[in-house]
């Protein structure tokens, strides 16, 4: 288990899950990273904040979540002890969220946010730099809970990879663990993000997959295909098996194209295409999709930039 070490003075990284995206509601396997580009923290509304309006706004919105968390606590159901009199006492004095992360781009606005509370509130909380397997598993069923008044429905992942700003293995719902990930290289390989230019809406695009898996050919497709190229698209990037990674990517990004086509914007469905065509490049979502940043890989950065022609890319890993 791997330790973290941070001097984020109460800031919270951004996410990216790399892999999992749906498939860990049907216990696939998962693979979540922090990403250092984005960050949030609360905050007092100073000289450098932002206008009046997006503080007022913020500081509502963290009214209505501690409302949601009073009720839960109210009814004994809330899974972490808070001291929810001083966050409505800080709400009063102008406590706000203080975030570059895009809202509905796929890289945890919501899951940092849920983790700077839990960080700054909960009593007798579980501490990130000494956390273990068991901490692990605790935190993301409380995250679950917390996170779920923004989406309905949330996995926990997002805010325990922005509480604890380390990599994470999800091997199944119930086990997961700290990962090391291959290091950089100075190679032409690279995984990238593709900025879609608007937000995602992430609960009813949740509640059309969970209402698709109600019927049993979906389950089983997801069972015989979904699942089994997302989990070994892990497993070879952790391995560094760069050929068999490749061609686990067409597959898992030709599956999602097809069978969950109201996650992959518009605008970007030809885009998706023509990296399968050429195979310069693999789509897939980043989050739920609809939206947000969409992730690439590719095994040649520059033959790919050609072919996306116009849309900007930041590249988060080479290899």
């Known amino acids: 288990m791997k330790k973290a070490k941070r001097e984020r003075e109460g ?14 509601i049907q216990n696939s396997m998962g693979l979540s990273i922090p990403y250092d580009s984005f960050k949030g923290k609360l905050a007092y509304q100073g000289v450098d904040s932002p206008t009046a309006n997006a503080v007022t706004e913020s500081n509502a919105s963290l009214h209505r979540f501690a409302d949601y968390l009073k009720t839960l606590q109210d009814k004994g159901e809330l899974l972490v002890q808070m001291d929810l009199v001083r966050l409505f006492d800080d709400i009063e004095k102008g406590i706000y969220f203080e975030s570059s992360i895009p809202q509905g781009f796929g890289v ?8 700077a509370l839990y960080d700054e509130y909960a009593l ?21 809970q917390m996170e779920s008044y923004f989406h309905g429905t949330s996995s926990g992942m997002d805010p325990l990879i922005c509480y604890i700003d380390l990599p994470v293995l999800i091997k199944s719902k119930t086990n997961l663990d700290t990962v090391e990930l291959p290091a950089d290289k100075a190679g032409q390989g690279a995984i990238f993000l593709i900025d879609t230019g608007r937000p995602g809406r992430t609960q009813p695009l949740v509640q059309y997959f969970l209402e698709r898996c109600e019927h049993q050919d979906f389950r089983e497709m997801c069972r015989e295909k979904f699942i089994p190229y997302n989990d070994q698209c892990i497993k070879d990037f952790l391995k560094g098996e760069t050929k068999s990674l490749f061609a686990n990517l067409y597959h898992l990004s030709y599956f999602l194209l097809e069978n969950l086509e109201p996650m992959v914007p518009k605008l970007f469905r030809d885009v998706w295409k023509r990296g399968l065509d050429s195979g310069a490049y693999y789509l897939k979502l980043c989050g739920s999709g609809g939206g947000g940043f ?3 890989f590719t095994e040649d950065l520059e033959k790919a930039k050609e072919h996306l022609g116009e849309h900007q890319i930041k590249v988060i890993k080479r290899f």
């Open 294 to 296: 969409i992730l690439g």
């Open 108 to 115: 945890g606005s919501s899951g940092a946010l849920v983790a």
């Open 11 to 24: 800031s919270f990284h951004s996410k990216i899950l790399l892999f999992g995206e749906y498939g860990i």
């Open 124 to 144: 007798d909380k579980i501490e990130a730099e000494q956390i273990n397997k068991k901490g692990l598993k605790d935190l993301k069923k409380i995250f679950s």
